[in-house]
């Protein structure tokens, strides 16, 4: 089985940054994505950031050029550095992992952390 523990989230104020991190144990396939997503109240779950274990990377419009994704694979774990937040940046946040490829996979997720940004 797979589990994906996450750390970091929290308060904080407009412009600020935060860092989450994910690790992920158990079975994990050489050829996976791992990622991001958030769930403000009310609203759908949708993709902030994705990298394969190839290194290409996906981002949602609204946060390119202030969020970086970055993963080590030898560890399992991915990170999320937010900058330049803002209050629209609060929801929960998922770590994800798509284990194996396109033909053949399984998703996974954390148990969500909160980020809060204050105006």
């Known amino acids: 089985q797979v589990q994906l523990v996450e750390s970091g989230g929290g308060l904080v104020q407009a412009g600020g940054s935060l860092r989450l991190s994910c690790a992920a144990s158990?079975?994990?396939?050489?050829?996976?994505?791992m990622g991001w997503y958030r769930q403000a109240p009310g609203k759908q779950r949708e993709l902030v950031a994705a990298i394969t274990n190839g290194g290409t990377t996906n981002y949602a419009g609204s946060v390119k050029g202030r969020f970086t994704i970055s993963r080590d694979n030898a560890k399992n774990t991915v990170s999320l550095e937010m900058n330049s937040l803002k209050p629209e940046d609060t929801a929960a946040y998922y770590c994800h992992l798509r284990n194996g490829d396109i033909r053949s996979y399984q998703d996974y997720w954390g148990q969500g952390t909160q980020v809060t940004v204050s105006s």
């Open positions: 158990g079975s994990i396939f050489a050829i996976n994505a």
